[in-house]
């Protein structure tokens, strides 16, 4: 299996990360005894333009952003919260000491390393809304402002014994086209007129999903596959393989429909 699509469905499937920036005491007020310079961490929520550009959203009151206007350089921390087995296998203990008990440190985890600037472009702000909601309520104040990381490098550990360094040209996804002028119009269609589809694709294709699998609702879509949303659980489908082209989305949801409803 290609590691870097792989790589990059854990990414896609994250909803939420721990955000690492540079805290210089020399810049706040606020003194340290004995530390100057120390990574500062944070809880952050997570969206992914089409290229794979991590998108958050910060107050310019926190300590991050202020740290972020110092020095742009970052990382962030993505942990698996969807079961991807199918790119990362399950790691069978043994050990007679410990059963019916995955360690956690046995599943994917990825860091994510590059510069954080305000990013003003609609898309960004709208992929991001769709996957959190509840943002709404906060995202217009005067103090919010959506940044768009320009990824760098990026390090995965996919379990034991399994650890990659890659570069920025490993991972981003290139050359699509369509994606910005289509999706928005695709998820409403979908959402609207084929809840059907995407219960069956639910039922399906998210095996690890407990309870009832219908009326999930899609909120978005990119070259390597698309994410779905219902209350406060958020799933991702991948494509078998990634897609370059936004008008080829029509044909593959009527493949995944009728791979979904077959007897």
Not at 105 to 112: H, K
Not at 224 to 233: A, E, V
Request: hydrophobic residues 35%; charged residues 25%; glycine residues 4%.
């Amino acid at each position: 299996m290609n590691i870097n699509f792989s790589t990059r469905q854990l990414i896609r499937s994250c909803s939420r990360g721990f955000l690492a920036t540079d805290f210089n005491t020399k810049n706040f007020k606020k003194k340290i005894s004995g530390i100057n310079v120390f990574p500062y961490a944070t809880f952050t929520l997570t969206a992914f333009d089409y290229d794979l550009s991590p998108i958050i959203l910060l107050s310019d009151l926190s300590e991050h952003t202020k740290n972020l206007r110092f020095n742009e350089n970052a990382s962030i921390i993505l942990c698996e919260e969807q079961k991807m087995y199918n790119y990362f296998p399950k790691f069978f203990n043994k050990s007679k000491k410990v059963s019916n008990y995955e360690d956690p440190m046995s599943r994917p985890r990825i860091t994510l390393i590059g510069k954080f600037n305000i990013t003003k472009e609609s898309q960004d702000r709208e992929r991001f809304l769709y996957r959190h909601p509840a943002s709404r309520l906060y995202e217009g104040f005067k103090d919010m402002n959506f940044f768009k990381m320009k990824i760098k490098s990026a390090h995965l550990v996919g379990g034991f014994a399994n650890v990659k360094w890659f570069d920025h040209t490993e991972l981003l996804c290139k050359n699509f086209k369509n994606f910005k002028n289509l999706e928005k119009q695709i998820i409403e269609h979908m959402n609207s007129c084929h809840q059907e589809s995407i219960n069956a694709y639910t039922k399906k294709f998210l095996p690890y999903i407990s309870g009832n699998k219908n009326n999930w609702k899609l909120v978005g879509i990119d070259p390597d596959g698309f994410d779905l949303r219902k209350k406060d659980k958020l799933a991702r489908i991948a494509f078998e393989k990634g897609i370059t082209n936004a008008k080829k989305l029509r044909g593959i949801f009527v493949s995944l429909n009728k791979l979904a409803t077959k007897n």
